[in-house]
């Protein structure tokens, strides 16, 4: 069974940052692809960024405009979302997700597959 554990959310002003971890178990770490989601009170999920892990490439949705970083340790197991600059728009259950691809770009922006994994989420909020 996979398991996804997300930490590093919190209350942070505008302008701050945070780093959110994932910890993951029951999957092959070393060849599959970890992303994050958010979904902002009312709104829809959306994808936000995912990584490769056997060559760390990356797919970024475009609003994130070099705001935020994922990375992977695959030592740890453990995917990173890296967000700096953050804004109150930012607020959200960030999740995140697991499974064998990212899915695609298109026009530069990145779809995402149907992900068959996922984490409880942590809650990031962004105070003005």
């Known amino acids: 069974e996979v398991q996804l554990v997300e930490s590093g959310g919190g209350l942070v002003q505008a302008g701050g940052s945070l780093r959110l971890s994932c910890v993951v178990s029951?999957?092959?770490?070393?060849?599959?692809?970890i992303a994050w989601f958010r979904q902002a009170p009312g709104k829809e999920r959306e994808a936000v960024s995912c990584?490769?892990?056997?060559?760390?490439?990356?797919y970024d949705r475009k609003f994130i405009k070099g705001r935020f970083t994922i990375s992977s340790d695959n030592a740890k197991n453990t995917a990173y979302l890296q967000m700096n600059n953050l804004k109150p728009d930012d607020t959200a259950v960030y999740y995140c997700?697991?499974?064998?691809?990212?899915?695609?770009?298109?026009?530069?922006?990145?779809?995402?597959?149907?992900?068959?994994?996922w984490g409880r989420g942590t809650r990031v909020t962004v105070s003005s």
């Open positions: 990584i490769t892990t056997d060559d760390g490439a990356t």
């Open positions: 029951g999957f092959n770490f070393d060849d599959g692809a």
């Open positions: 997700a697991a499974d064998p691809r990212c899915g695609v770009l298109y026009s530069g922006e990145y779809s995402p597959t149907e992900f068959g994994s």
